[in-house]
């Protein structure tokens, strides 16, 4: 079965970088779509950047646009997430996610992803 496992967080001054990873494990195919998310406990969770696949086309949420960059090695089945210029509002539990549909050509954050790894955190400090 799919896995996906993530690495990369922990605590960093304002205005700091982090660079998150999220291995992919268990499938012999590449998922079309593949994002970040992100949940503060009681709050929605909230999409940060998608990346299609096929083209490698990137979506982001309008609040790390410009900050935050996602992209994937595809010989090693990792998608990553560089997080520049953080700031106390990025604070959260940032998930990786894939999924899996053949007909997608590009990716949103309200498809329904197949499989997400259990977290890891980020804490900003201003």
């Known amino acids: 079965q799919v896995q996906l496992v993530e690495s990369g967080g922990g605590s960093v001054q304002a205005g700091g970088s982090l660079r998150l990873s999220c291995v992919v494990f268990?499938?012999?195919?590449?998922?079309?779509?593949m994002a970040w998310f992100r949940q503060i406990p009681g709050r929605e969770r909230e999409g940060v950047a998608t990346i299609y696949t096929g083209t490698s086309s990137t979506d982001y949420a309008a609040s790390v646009k410009g900050r935050f960059t996602i992209s994937r090695d595809n010989a090693k089945n990792t998608l990553y997430l560089q997080m520049s210029d953080l700031k106390p509002e990025d604070t959260a539990m940032y998930y990786c996610?894939?999924?899996?549909?053949?007909?997608?050509?590009?990716?949103?954050?309200?498809?329904?992803?197949?499989?997400w790894g259990q977290g890891t955190q980020v804490t900003v400090s201003s």
């Open positions: 996610a894939a999924h899996y549909v053949p007909s997608r050509s590009s990716c949103s954050f309200h498809f329904v992803y197949h499989y």
């Open positions: 268990g499938n012999t195919y590449s998922p079309y779509c």
